[in-house]
C-alpha cells in the first residue's frame, strides 16, 4: 500500500520491506562502533563494523529515525562493505542522497550517518585498538 | 486491497443518503436550478431544497433556520465570524481571547486581526488539553469583544466546556465563537442553552460532502458582520454567491441524520474507542494525549515513546491514521497541539491520532491494535538501545 506514496522512491520501499542489515555484532575482536545523532533530534544511529585484513567485512546498524534515515543506513551496510578505512574517512553522505533520492529538507540527517561513518574510521580495530 | 479508515477527524465517507439527496440536486430532471431564481418555478424548487437544509442544520445546533449562513465550510466560517465581528464591533473594543489549541482556520484569522491592530490572549491549556472557564474569565478585559473556543479538538478530542464559557461571556455583553466543526452531530450543542453567538459548522466531518458549510450567527439581537466576500446579496449579504444546491442538500440531510442516530452512534463509537484505547495502551511507552473522560466519542490521540512518527506512519501502509505532525510535507513539523499539552517535539512526533467514524468496526479496530503493536515492536527492535 505505500507503492504509490510518492515521498519514498523504490530503494527506501525496498530497505524499510527487508530492514537489512540491522542488528548488533556479539562483542569481540576486529568490530568497532560508532554512535551519532541525537533521538531528541529526531534521528540518531549505531553502526558496526567487521573488519579482517584492513577490510570490512560485514556491517550492522540500529536506527531511530524517518524512513529514509532507516533505509539509509541499512543501504550504508552494503555500500561499505569491502571498504578500507580510507574508504570510510572519505565517505560523503550525498552517495546516500542520490541513490535513495532523500528530499532536501532530510540532508541534516544524512550528516548525522557521515557522522558516524567517520567515527568508525577513527575506530578502526586494529588500529588504535578500538574495539565492542 | 484498501487501507482500514481511522482518519474521520480529517473527513468522512459521504452517507449514500446524503449521496441520494444530491444526486436529485444536479441533473436536468433535478433540481438543478439557481435558487435565487425565484421567479421560475425550477428555481423555487431549489429554493426550497435550500430552506429545508437550513432548517435542518438549524434544528441540529437548536438555532432558527434565519440564524443560518451558508459558507464553503467551517474554515470560512471561522473567518467570517472572526473578521467579520472583530471588523464590525473594532469601536466597542480591539481585544480577542482564544487558546493556542484552536483550529489554523481560528489562528490564521486572529493573526490577521493582530495585524490591523487588535490584540488577542492565547490562552494556554492545562496538560490535559482543556482550557477552564476561569482562565477565560481571567482574560476578559474592558475592551473584549469576543471569545472563541473550538467545542472539541481536532488533534487530541478533548472537549471544552463550552457552555460555561457561553454564559460567562454573555453576562458580560461579549461575543462568543464557537469553532463546533468536530463535535456537530456526535456531542449535543444547542445555540440557545450554550450561549453561542457565531456557531462554526461543516459537512464533510459528519458524513456530509466537502465544500460546504455554516456559520449560525445570532438574530436576537442581531449581531454585526462585515462580509469577506462582496458581490450578489446572497445570504442577507453576509456571504454573496450562487449556492451550491447539491452542496447544501448534502449538509442538510447529513445533519438530519447525525442529529437523528447521534445519542446511539456516539455510544457505539465511544465504546469502539475504548476498545482501541485498550488494545494499545497495554504496549509500553504509550501515552493517551488529553483528558481521560472529558472527549469526543472518535477521536483518540497517543503517543507511543521509542518510535519515530513518520516511520511509524510508513510501516502501517494498512492503516489511514493521522501523526502528530503537521507532515503535510516531506519536513514533517511537530503538533503545536501536543507542544502545548507540554509534549517534547520528540515526543509530539511519535504520535498518533487515530478517529472513528459511522463506517468503523470492532474488525476495523482489532486490526489496527495489531498492526500497531507489531508495527512498533518492529521499529522499537531496530532503534539504538532497543535491540535484543
Known sequence: ???????????????????????????????????????????????????????AVELRFLAFGCPHFIAAASWLTDRLRGATRAGFEGWDWREAAAALEVPPAKFGRLLVLQDAVRTLAGNWPGENGSTV | VSAIYLDNAATTAVDPRVVEAMLECLGAEGDFANPAAVAHEPGRRAHRRIEQARAEVAAMVGADPAQIVWTSG?????????????????????????????????????????????????????????????????????????????????????????????????????????????????????????????????????????????????????LGLVPLLRGGGQERGLRPGTLATHQVVGMGVACRIAAEVREEESARITSLRE????????????????????????????????????????ALPELAVASGSACATTSAEPSYV???????DRLAQSSLRLSLGRYTTGTDVELAVRSIRRAVERLRAVAPGSAG
Open chain 1, 1 to 55: 500500500l505505500n507503492r504509490d506514496d510518492p515521498r519514498y522512491g523504490a530503494e527506501v520501499r525496498r530497505r524499510m520491506a527487508g530492514l537489512v542489515g540491522a542488528g548488533e555484532f556479539a562483542p569481540g575482536a576486529g568490530v568497532a562502533q560508532a554512535r551519532a545523532g541525537d533521538r531528541e533530534q529526531g534521528a540518531e544511529v549505531q553502526l558496526q563494523v567487521r573488519v579482517e585484513a584492513g577490510r
Open chain 2, 275 to 314: 476498545r482501541l484505547w485498550q488494545g494499545l495502551s497495554g504496549l509500553p511507552g504509550v501515552m493517551l494525549n488529553g483528558h481521560p473522560t472529558q472527549r469526543a466519542p472518535g477521536i483518540l490521540s497517543v503517543t507511543i515513546d521509542g518510535v519515530e512518527g513518520e516511520s511509524l506512519l510508513y
Open chain 2, 338 to 344: 501536543l507542544r502545548a499539552l507540554g509534549r517534547s
Open chain 2, 74 to 222: 467551517a474554515t470560512e466560517a471561522d473567518n467570517l465570524a472572526l473578521l467579520g465581528a472583530a471588523r464590525f464591533y473594532h469601536t466597542k473594543g480591539r481585544h480577542l481571547v482564544t487558546s493556542r489549541t484552536e483550529h489554523p482556520a481560528v489562528l490564521e484569522p486572529c493573526r490577521q486581526l493582530e495585524r490591523e491592530g487588535f490584540e488577542v490572549t492565547y490562552l494556554k491549556p492545562a496538560a490535559d488539553g482543556i482550557v477552564e472557564p476561569w482562565q477565560v474569565e481571567a482574560a476578559l478585559r474592558h475592551d473584549t469583544i469576543l471569545v472563541s473556543l473550538m467545542h472539541v479538538n481536532n488533534e487530541i478530542g478533548v472537549v471544552q466546556d463550552v457552555g460555561a464559557v457561553g454564559r460567562l461571556c454573555r453576562e458580560r455583553g461579549i461575543l462568543f465563537h464557537v469553532d463546533a466543526a468536530q463535535s456537530a452531530g456526535k456531542l449535543p450543542i444547542h445555540v440557545e442553552r450554550d450561549c453561542i453567538d457565531l456557531l462554526a459548522l461543516t459537512a464533510h466531518k459528519l458524513h456530509g460532502p466537502k465544500g460546504v458549510g455554516a456559520l449560525c450567527v445570532r438574530r436576537e439581537p442581531r
